[in-house]
């Protein structure tokens, strides 16, 4: 009786071994599909893991795909300005302003933002929402992965028309520029350029459509340090 308990219990731990194995399979494919998946985002309209998830569950959702040459040149250095001002001088990740956050962090001053556009790229495309010290772990490779892999001009281009820049599903420069102003993203000017910058921290919160005078203030800042921004993507129309 006790040879078969002891096969009994042999087998059952084989079993749980290989389900081990399988699930240790599974994540590692599971982590390596956005590297495999990155060079195809060369060309194409990429679409985000939020975006599909309102797709799926039924929630409202659009997106018209607007090439960066096309945009109104105010727009990318406006969103530049306002969340990474070092986009054309890192190599995915800003080191500088990962310190500073983390020694905010350190003296009480509570943890701030630090991610770069090539992070958020990240994160939208690949991850999921909300804070987590294992995103952030996943995040950091992957963006110097897709740093290397797409560069800057097309990091931009891709962030701008996945970027959520309405209150009920409008993402990307053109349907966040339809909504908020009517008309398309061609045709921004500097002012209305900030002010698309300055709701991208929360969209549902803030409105480029009607904007309060703390959102007026921090466009008009947006709008002055754009002027400064160097460019790497290959501007076409100059200002």
Known sequence: MSHIAAFARDEAEKADLRILKTLA???????LVPYV???FYRTGHPVTTLMLWRQFTGAPMSR???DLHA?????PRS???AEDAHFCKHHGIDLGALREAINDAQVG????GASTITQQLAKNLFLWQGPSYVRKALE???AV???AVLGKQRILEIYLNIAELGPSGQFGAEAGSNFAFGHSAATLSPRQAALLASILPNPHRRSARTPGPELRRLAGIYMARAQAVTSCWGENRGF
């Open 37 to 39: 998946l990155t060079p």
């Open 140 to 142: 950091f490779p992957l």
């Open 64 to 66: 018209q795909w607007i």
């Open 145 to 147: 992965w897709i740093d």
């Open 109 to 112: 001053e509570g943890m701030r």
């Open 71 to 75: 945009m109104s040149p105010y727009l």
């Open 79 to 81: 969103v530049v300005a």
């Open 25 to 31: 399979v599974l994540v590692l494919v599971a982590l």
